[in-house]
């Protein structure tokens, strides 16, 4: 029988409201949920798995199956948490792969653009490279802006020496 501890913490797990896991950020989605975990006082990793549980989609649960129906009785939410970031998460080529070939500028401005290139980024590739693959992602027009101040910043230098 459960104990008047262990039945606040299920209230509190069922009071936890998390948007739905988000594979785009999920760095940011896990210490979201955790920090409300903690907030709420959970530590059982029954309740933190089944908390957790309850933020996946169905694609997602199609995905981590042998993971939901193990019955192993010990550390399960780090094991389905593990799991998931590592279906979520692209491996170091594929994100190198993404900023080369695929990301378009789209309606971002050209700073929030440059963050995101550099989000995408392997922490260790180099900020030339980033920099010139935001260049070449630009539009037409803020390129010409761009070469119009490097060319002016360039005159300035001459003429201070």
């Not at 029988?1 to 509190?12: F, L, P, Y």
């Not at 050209?110 to 539009?139: C, G, M, Q």
Request: charged share 30%; with cysteine.
């Amino acid at each position: 029988m459960a104990t008047a501890n262990e039945d606040s913490k299920v209230t509190a797990s069922v009071a936890i409201t998390m948007s739905p896991l988000l594979p785009s950020n999920i760095t940011v989605w896990f210490a979201l949920l955790e920090t409300q975990l903690r907030t709420a006082d959970i530590s059982s990793d029954k309740i933190r798995f089944a908390t957790l549980g309850k933020c996946l989609d169905g694609r997602l649960l199609q995905q981590i199956e042998g993971v939901m129906t193990d019955p192993t009785t010990t550390g399960r939410y780090a094991e389905l948490k593990g799991e998931l970031i590592r279906i979520l998460t692209d491996t170091d080529s594929v994100r190198l792969k993404k900023l080369v070939e695929s990301e378009e500028m789209g309606d971002r401005k050209s700073s929030e653009f440059y963050h995101h290139l550099r989000k995408l980024a392997n922490p260790s590739t180099p900020d030339d490279f980033i920099l010139t693959v935001w260049r070449n992602r630009l539009s037409v027009r803020i390129k010409r802006i761009l070469t119009a101040v490097d060319d002016t910043n360039r005159r300035g230098r001459k003429s201070h020496f």
